[in-house]
């Protein structure tokens, strides 16, 4: 069997076979074997007959794609080994001749992982972050226990700071249609709080149950939902009720009623605690994503475009189901967006290509490092995940293949972050 390996682009080779009846003669042998099980010849018991008699008997078209596919394959897999190819897709196939049982010429054409060229990571210095959690943090926390633990009674005046009041809102576009996600029934929502955007507690102040208004407001530029950043939203809300909160004493009974603490110190010291465990978690995040974007952007490969799509087509999935959850269909949140489905994927295909290059790095770093995860570190990491989620639901999702597969590749990328993390803290 003789191949001929050509690289088309950086990202791709396409593996020309050439098989002859030596190549070809073992696969036949072994086709008319396992096909012949199904053949029943008189005076023979099934697979007995001699195998020039099986053969005749075969269907001849079922035969030749059994040996073709399975020669495919047998080659294919062979090459991919010698040749140490990285492929990401499944190949495109093409036979350009075959002569049955004594000749076979096919092409394959693959996108692979091409070459990846690390910069010298060991001598990258970031500085690892510090959180801060100050007494007026934990106050904040502390106000916020007592607005929850207060006494709220119903009032018959204008609203004022420090009030909950309970609301219906409506969020439309400048053409009056609906947006999805500005709108909510029976709300409870604090005056003073600052959990709506700009204005808009601001805009309730003084009203009574029963009152209405109409208000526009231009939504802030850094928004967390795009479709309504920067954008003008009139509201129309109706107060329900007005109540005002008399709030608890803080003392020891006070601390001892929201935890298991006996004094204020002790909800003190857990509430800055669970603050600081918080922000580290998240000072972390960011800091691994500093290294690894640092790394990837003094690091030199292509991106193949199999695994751009396969980002693209993840992401969207992902935002179509976060649309189901909040009652928008597609076609609504590209209308908001002002976007073609061509135009919406390709403002999404930079960050894309970004997360499969941070990720082929990753990857290749881990294999630099010889980096690996032993079977029983999943399992042990499996038994705690399935003591932490009881319900059956995510019990059937942890006996998964795939999601096994999944957690041994995270804890792959926990391992090489470790790595580099201890690299780039090095004095």
């Known amino acids: 069997m003789h191949v001929k390996k050509t690289q088309p682009s950086s990202t791709s080779v396409a593996l020309l076979f050439t098989a002859h009846e030596a190549d070809l003669s073992p696969i036949k042998h072994a086709a008319v074997k396992q096909l012949g099980k199904n053949v029943k010849l008189a005076g023979f018991r099934p697979g007995k007959a001699p195998q020039a008699l099986i053969e005749k008997n075969l269907d001849q078209a079922a035969l030749q794609s059994e040996v073709i596919e399975t020669a495919i394959n047998h080659f294919y897999s062979d090459t991919i080994k010698k040749e140490q190819l990285r492929p990401v897709s499944q190949p495109q196939v093409n036979i350009k001749k075959f002569v049955p049982f004594t000749e076979l010429e096919v092409e394959l054409t693959v996108d692979v992982i091409g070459k990846i060229e690390l910069p010298d990571y060991t001598k990258l210095k970031i500085a690892q972050p510090t959180v801060d959690v100050t007494p007026a943090d934990v106050t904040e926390v502390l106000n916020s226990l007592k607005e929850r633990a207060g006494d709220k009674q119903a009032v018959d005046r204008a609203a004022k700071a420090g009030d909950e009041v309970m609301i219906d809102f409506k ?39 029963g009152a209405e208004k109409t208000f526009t407001l231009k939504f802030p530029k850094d928004y967390g939902v795009s479709a309504l950043a920067n954008k003008d939203v009139t509201f129309a809300v ?107 994927r390709a403002k999404n295909r930079i960050q894309a ?22 079977p029983e570190e999943v399992e042990l990491r499996m038994q705690l995940l399935r003591g932490q989620y009881q319900d059956a639901a995510m019990q059937a999702e942890l006996d998964k293949p795939e999601t096994r597969q999944d957690i041994a590749m995270r804890m792959l990328s926990e391992k090489t972050i470790d790595k580099l993390v201890g690299y780039v803290t090095k004095k």
């Open 353 to 374: 290509e970004s997360r499969v290059k941070a990720g082929l790095v990753l990857s290749e770093i881990s294999d630099k490092e010889n980096i690996r995860v032993t």
């Open 238 to 344: 109706t107060v329900k009720k007005v109540q005002s909160i008399t709030l608890p004493k803080l003392d020891d009974d006070f601390a001892s009623k929201v935890g298991p603490f006996k004094t204020v110190a002790e909800l003190k010291a857990d509430i800055k605690k669970q603050l600081t465990a918080e922000r580290q978690q998240t000072a972390d995040r960011d800091f691994h994503n500093q290294i690894l974007e640092q790394i990837t952007a003094k690091s030199k490969l292509d991106v193949p475009a199999a695994l751009v799509k396969e980002q693209l087509d993840t992401a969207e999935r992902e935002e179509r189901q976060n649309l189901m959850y909040r009652g928008q269909t597609w076609e609504e949140h590209l209308k908001e967006e002002g976007l073609d489905e061509a135009a919406h």
């Open 171 to 209: 969020g439309t576009d400048k053409k009056g249609a609906a947006i999805n996600g500005a709108s909510g029934t029976d709300y409870p929502l604090i005056l003073g709080s600052n959990n709506f955007i700009p204005g808009f507690e601001d805009n309730l102040l003084g009203l009574k149950a």
